[in-house]
């Protein structure tokens, strides 16, 4: 096991580097290595026992700290994503994936069983990839987050129905469905009173003593013996982590909790990465590729039609539809435990069950550049016959606005300016590709229009030509490069003024058609040390004298000390 895991990690360290180089997504460097190593290609590391158990604990990592984000009142709001949605979602697609499996011949009780499993998508990748690409509280993002947990509950039930339809347990199938669920609020309520009487002393206790150690240990208890009862009592244990997560998340202490166990998620969820790899037979392209491939966009194509018609007709809005079934289209990792379960007691041929295994990991392989495409695929699978007339309107809306600010973007960020603007008695208009966030907006009477920034066709018809400056607000800089390049074309004269995380992605900005360029990190330091100089004695004037000439200075200051440091290696 020792030397297996030397190889896994000298292995990920070449790979993962040189995915960061091509700008690939890192998960997809683990499913690489998985491929190499495992016993199916080169053969250079075993299917050990231990490997899939680090593995789950990568999964059981991800849901805890995924808890510590949605707090328990944000899972209130969720309720009905998670068990309207999610209820939904795993009814139609399986029953669709099921009867299409009974057309090609296989028997009705494996075909409904392997239908149930397909329709449930990956945890794994879906959270982590939202989480980077910081979508996990966009409206596509919260319906992929609350459909995933309701098939963590679902993926339970399945695997107990495995013995009981091959006739090798005592239990009756109707019986399993209420058993699982009433295991689920039994344990749900002794997490809540643990985390609101036992948990919050241990961890006062742990702080008075000032013991970074102890605080790491008692985390790392709470989270693998959360997941071990949950284990104990019939149900996943990453169910059982995220909620843990979840109660903790009301704690003064999640964000310190998070950040310790960052470090074991990341290299955990790695291998977990790496073993789904691993169960793949690399021979099998070669001999059944174009089959495979065929599977693969079938179970993308009906898995992802299906979850977006249901979000079409829960929320009415065509673009989050169509994201959250690009995020939701893939298999995903209970698949693989439910089809080596059902193997195991003989309800499906090895053959058919090498296929599915196949075409599921090859839908798991492109989620990560779905998600990045996503954006893109739903504004042209999102057509409304009265797109024309909205546009029409807004731009019949804003006909005799001149001298106004288009704000792109209607975040926390862009609503602050909006505010100052009105203050000022300054007219502007926003844009936000948030339904929720623009009908709020438009109950708080502020002038801001659903749709996406960089379009150039909405960017007319809120009058930019005319606009006197535009204030890009978005978190992204891709999507800030897009909405740049557009601005640009539509009115090369605007000042344009744009946000951005640091000063890393400064020239590219300026160079695309940035007036100027605003790196948040960099005015944080500044306003700092402002008032650290001011709390030191030093004259105000005189501060506010030298953070202007800094600012003046393009930041040569904080460059020529340390040029491209991040803010934790200062």
């Not at 989620?367 to 042209?380: K, V």
Request: net charge negative; with cysteine; aromatic share 6%.
């Amino acid at each position: 096991m020792f030397v297996s895991l030397i190889i896994i990690l000298t292995s990920s360290l070449v790979v993962i580097s040189l995915f960061y180089r091509l700008r690939l997504p890192p998960v997809l460097g683990y499913l690489f290595v998985g491929l190499i190593v495992g016993p199916r290609a080169f053969g250079w590391v075993d299917e050990s026992e231990a490997l899939p158990l680090l593995a789950e604990l990568g999964v059981v990592f991800l849901l805890f700290s995924l808890g510590l984000e949605f707090s328990l009142s944000k899972m209130i709001a969720l309720r009905q994503v998670v068990f309207g949605l999610g209820s939904l979602q795993v009814l139609v697609s399986g029953a669709v994936l099921g009867a299409l499996l009974m057309l090609a011949g296989v028997a009705t009780t494996p075909a409904l069983l392997l239908g149930g499993g397909l329709a449930l998508s990956s945890t794994a990748i879906v959270s982590k990839e939202l989480t980077s690409l910081g979508e996990i509280f966009s409206s596509h993002g919260q319906n992929a987050i609350g459909v995933l947990l309701f098939q963590d509950v679902v993926a339970v039930l399945l695997l107990t129905l495995v013995p009981v339809f091959a006739g090798n347990s005592d239990q009756a199938w109707y019986w399993a469905l209420p058993l699982t669920l009433g295991k689920t609020v039994l344990l749900f309520i002794g997490l809540s009173l643990a985390s609101r009487w036992v948990l919050p002393r241990l961890f006062h206790e742990v702080a008075a003593a000032r013991s970074a150690e102890l605080f790491v240990l008692l985390a790392l208890v709470i989270v693998l013996l959360t997941a071990g009862l949950t284990h104990l009592i019939g149900l996943s244990p990453a169910l059982g982590a995220f909620l843990a997560g979840m109660l903790l998340g009301e704690s003064h202490y999640r964000h310190q909790i998070e950040a310790d166990l960052r470090p074991f998620r990341d290299i955990l969820l790695g291998v977990f990465f790496i073993s789904i790899g691993m169960l793949i037979d690399l021979r099998l392209f070669a001999s059944h590729g174009l089959l495979i491939l065929g599977l693969t966009l079938a179970l993308l194509l009906i898995k992802g039609s299906v979850v977006a018609l249901l979000v079409k007709w829960r929320v009415s809005d065509g673009e989050t539809a169509w994201r959250s079934g690009l995020a939701l289209a893939q298999g995903g990792e209970f698949c693989f435990a439910l089809m080596a379960q059902m193997q195991q007691n003989d309800l499906m041929p090895a053959n058919l069950g090498s296929l599915l295994l196949a075409a599921t990991f090859c839908s798991m392989v492109v989620t990560p550049s779905l998600l990045r495409a996503a954006p893109w695929i739903a504004t042209h699978l999102h057509r409304k016959p009265n797109e024309e007339a909205k546009l029409e309107e807004i731009s019949a809306l804003n006909a005799g606005v001149q001298g106004h600010v288009v704000i792109c973007g209607y975040g926390r960020v862009g609503q602050s300016i909006g505010r100052i603007m009105r203050k000022a008695q300054q007219p502007y208009i926003a844009l936000d590709n948030d339904p929720v966030r623009v009908r709020e907006a438009a109950v708080a009477e502020s002038d801001v229009h659903y749709g996406d920034s960089h379009r150039g066709e909405l960017l007319v018809a809120v009058g930019l030509e005319r606009a006197s400056l535009v204030v890009i607000a978005v978190d992204k800089t891709e999507v800030a490069l897009q909405v740049l390049k557009e601005a640009r074309r539509i009115n090369p004269d605007v000042p344009i003024l744009v946000r951005t995380r640091d000063d890393s992605q400064c020239p590219e900005l300026k160079a695309a058609g940035a007036s100027e360029v605003v790196p948040e990190l960099l005015e944080s330091s500044l306003m700092l040390a402002s008032h650290a100089l001011i709390m030191l004695g030093f004259p105000e004037r005189q501060v506010l004298d030298r953070i202007a000439q800094v600012r003046h200075d393009r930041y040569r200051l904080l460059h020529g000390v340390y040029p491209g440091a991040e803010d934790g290696e200062l």
